[in-house]
């Protein structure tokens, strides 16, 4: 079951813009917690019991044309139907890069590793507080709305074209196939041209704050990004090295 409907409770007005929070879990009392929590910092609050009961509303919503969209979604692991990390897989599969917040009672490293391996942004451990919670909601979008950059329909340098709504990127007339994470690096580089991005920057903003790998793992991104849409990776035109503090774009 899922509600397009929760009813509004009285809201302290914390943020100036409303935004569309998506959440799942299958739990009631931690359900209704979380949604009455995020509605009274002002969220809109959809909510979902199951997996297979996300993934519809998530598609019906992006199909509608008088639906806002969801900026975030907070997603438990164990659902019915269609587990979180499954939810996490086809959606980065179909290229969408709806901000994902992992709340779990699986707090082992390896079950956060692999929620942030599969497309999660982030992962928050039960129990947690109300206001870490909140706090990490509102990073998540903050982060999504500085890398959307400017509402243009697409953003284009030289023959490189980006289209933010369609998660596409066509080079030089050909549409090219990127990694959630590869798409997430060039979506906020194009979106802040010139701009000099050290990796620990670049770290916070795709991978985000609890990421546990190597730094390097930028290096690693960079080169496939460059692999696929330089001529000469060895001399790249997109994505510049600028030697002791990190990467720009053009």
Known sequence: MLSLDVPQYASAQKISQTYRILVVEDEEVIRQMLVLALQEEGYDVLWAEDGRSALALIQDIEAASNQPPIDLMLLDLMLPQVNGLDICRTLRYQGNTLPILIVSAKASETDRVLGLEV???????????????VARCRALIRRQSFGAGSTNTFRKFRDL?????????????????LAPKEYRLLELFMAHPRRVWSREQ????????????DTKT????????????????????YIITVRGFGYRFG
Do not use: N, T
């Open 119 to 133: 497309g999660a942004d982030d992962y928050l451990s039960k129990p947690f507080s109300m206001r870490e919670l």
């Open 161 to 177: 074209v980006l289209y933010p709504k369609e998660c596409r990127v066509v080079l030089r007339g050909e549409e090219v196939s």
């Open 202 to 213: 670049l770290i916070e903003q795709v991978w985000g704050m609890d990421f546990l790998g």
């Open 218 to 237: 930028v290096d690693v991104h960079i080169r496939w990004l460059r692999e696929k849409l330089e001529l000469d990776p060895s001399q790249p035109e």
